[in-house]
């Protein structure tokens, strides 16, 4: 656990058991009721599915949805506070139907509502958010069927809030609404002064895409008196950036919002919402700090800096406690989604031999890097430089037409062979090396992963994003190899360049052995918050197959597959990029046909030729193993 930071990023769902297998505890209210790993993957190869594989499981994101509600709920009740906590789901974070269902059905009982930012995701808010005492909160920017869309929303008795983000969209709301005779109820989303930090900073400030500044929003306030609509403000919205590691920043944040929102108030603006957006982190290093990638708070710290704070500036501007609304999506759905996928192979430096033996009239270069095998006398230092010199000067000489092939090849396999003797060397006499880190790097293997970083962990890509990597199995055995991961795709970038290594991020990887005739099983954590949804075909590689994992509520520790979600098979993806996979398929048979009609193939043969192509184009994208 240690080794690989379970237990810091694993937020109680995840630790390994004795059997060197991850284990999930997927139901926060049972911490100590958990599922295998081993036994969740057995059962998906007996399903007859293959991996790469999404695994979501569903108890996880109502813990999630509980954990977040309950904690707004109970710190609302401790420090007295007169509004409610009524949160919404972002489902840009997420939009997977089940996801959105599941989250809608463990929020009924809080009022749990979501929010969408465009056109469509609108489409499946109106369709999936019925109850009529929870919120949706519609954010983004917004054309006339977005708003005519919001407007049957309050025709269908919705808690529906159109933010406005420009002052235009409210020009062309107002008569919109008169036309229409519906009253909308509307929101405000402000720029804010407070800098965040992180990836996102970009979200608050005065050049931020969204929102209105203070002087546009006194304009609306007097638009909206004249247009005897004031009545209809009832939401103040800010977002100041998604995940927020440093817990002051929320602090500032929340601050301004607030006094924000009392000034409005002292003015006559009708306010019954106060909306903090999203930004609550997820420790993703399992550093507990500000890195990007972590944050230095917790859940509880979060919601009672949002509680305590409104109320401290409501208090002394002797104004009402809104009713508070937030936008988390990231830490509702983070932790409920993981991709299991498998090592197919590996690229290794020191793995290709080349018979070093002498020859005659051989280069004085293949000698001296000869020589330096063995060198027991000389400095690991001072052998790793006079290598790498040989090594330069051998590649100058070849492309002089100097060095022959086979010299290259035995220069390369000693060059190898000299940096593993000096790896191991460090180890046994103690040895201090400067370029340590650049040797282990040098040295590391490349395990070969069955997945697209683009596809399955686009942030890793994007934004240098940690996400924890862990092989789930074999746990309890002592991993002997470093490592990096590099995916399937046929790009440079395709392989993860950051990992967790006890408390420290590094630039690679202990993992295990692999064995011959053993599927060696590795999970990506932590990737349903966005990296589920955003990620591209790169490569035509497809989105992935989805397993669907619940608890038995009767039986502690079983779980069933609730559903199989097929992955984008290699006709659907060439699908949409406009190709015609039947006319493919003829095509391909045509030529077959052609070489049969020639006799250059028997005809059963140009039948079983013409079966596979089709059965490769209704087949998965990714390497079957
Ligand atoms: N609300 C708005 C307006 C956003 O732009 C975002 C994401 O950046 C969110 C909510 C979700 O934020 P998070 O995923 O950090 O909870």
């Given amino acids: 656990e240690e080794l690989y930071g379970v237990n810091r990023w694993g937020a109680g769902y995840f630790s390994i058991g004795d059997n060197g297998s991850i284990q999930i505890a997927p139901n926060h209210r049972l911490p100590d009721v958990t599922i295998d790993m081993k036994e969740v993957i057995d059962e998906i190869i007996a399903e007859g599915i ?22 707004f709920q109970n710190t609302i009740e401790d420090a007295k506070y007169d509004g409610k906590y009524v949160g919404v789901f972002p489902i840009k974070v997420n939009q997977m139907r089940e996801v959105v269902e599941e989250i809608m059905d463990a929020g ?10 465009s056109k469509p995701e609108l489409m499946a808010v109106m369709a999936y958010n019925e109850n009529p005492n929870a919120l949706t909160i519609l954010n983004g920017y917004k054309d006339e069927d977005y708003l005519t869309l919001a407007l049957l929303g309050r025709h ?4 529906m809030i159109i933010v406005i983000e420009k002052l235009s969209e409210l020009e062309m709301l107002i008569p919109l609404a008169k036309k229409l005779n519906v009253e909308p109820l509307i929101g405000l989303r402000s720029k804010m002064m407070v800098r965040s930090s992180g990836k996102w900073a ?11 500044s203070i002087t546009e929003i006194l304009n609306i306030i007097e638009m909206l008196k004249q247009e005897d609509m004031l009545h209809c403000a009832k939401l103040l919205h800010f977002h100041i950036g998604s995940q927020l590691s440093d817990i002051r920043k929320v602090k500032e944040a929340v601050s301004e919002g607030a006094r924000l929102y009392a000034k409005l108030m002292q003015m006559g603006v009708p306010l ?8 609550l982190g997820i420790d993703y290093d399992g550093t507990s700090s500000t890195t ?13 800096d949002v509680v305590y704070g409104v109320k401290q500036v409501c208090d002394l501007e002797e104004v009402p406690h809104p009713n508070l609304v937030s936008e988390s999506g990231r830490a509702i759905t983070a932790h409920h989604s993981c991709v299991v996928t498998n090592i197919v192979g590996e690229i290794r430096n020191t793995g290709n031999k080349f018979d070093i033996s002498p020859a005659e009239d051989e280069h004085i270069l293949v000698s001296n890097m000869r020589e330096l ?10 052998c790793y430089n006079d290598a790498a010199s040989f090594k330069t000067s051998a590649y100058e000489a070849f492309k002089l037409g100097i060095l022959s092939l086979p010299e290259m090849a035995k220069i390369d396999t000693m060059y190898w062979q000299i940096l593993s003797d000096i790896h191991q060397s460090l180890d046994r006499e103690g040895f201090v090396f400067q370029e340590l880190e650049e040797l282990e790097d040098m040295l590391a293997s490349q395990y070969l992963c069955n997945f697209s970083i683009f596809q399955s962990a686009a942030d890793t890509w994007a934004i240098n994003q940690v996400l924890p990597i862990v092989p789930l199995t074999r746990l309890n055995e002592k991993p002997e190899v470093r490592c990096t991961i590099v995916d399937i795709t046929c790009d440079s970038d395709g392989k993860l360049s950051k990992y967790i290594e006890g408390t420290e991020i590094s630039d690679n990887i202990p993992m295990h052995k692999l064995k011959k005739d053993e599927q060696y099983h590795v999970g990506m954590f932590l990737t349903g918050a966005y990296q589920d949804v955003m990620g591209d075909m790169h490569n035509l590689f497809g989105r992935l197959t989805e397993v669907h994992i619940y608890c038995h509520d009767d039986e502690p520790g079983d779980f069933y597959i609730e559903e199989i979600v097929p992955g984008t098979s290699a006709e659907k993806v060439l699908a949409t990029m406009q190709y015609n996979t039947e006319y493919m398929a003829q095509a391909v048979k045509k030529c077959i046909d052609k070489e049969v009609r020639k006799g250059l193939l028997a005809p059963r043969e140009g039948v079983r030729w013409t079966d596979f192509y089709e059965k490769c184009l209704a087949g998965s994208t990714y390497l079957k193993v």
């Fill in 50 to 71: 293959q991996f790469p594989a999404v695994i979501r499981f569903h108890d996880i994101l109502r813990s999630q949805v509980e954990i977040l509600n309950e904690t």
């Fill in 202 to 212: 970009g979200s608050s400030g005065d050049r931020a895409k969204f929102g209105l």
């Fill in 292 to 304: 990007d990638s972590s944050r230095n708070y917790s859940t509880e710290e979060y919601v009672a």
């Fill in 272 to 279: 019954e919402y106060l909306d903090i957006g999203g930004g």
């Fill in 108 to 117: 009924e009982p809080y009022n749990y509502g979501l929010e969408a930012g």
């Fill in 373 to 382: 095998i063995n060198a027991s006398d000389l400095h690991p230092q001072e």
């Fill in 156 to 159: 269908l008795k919705r808690k």
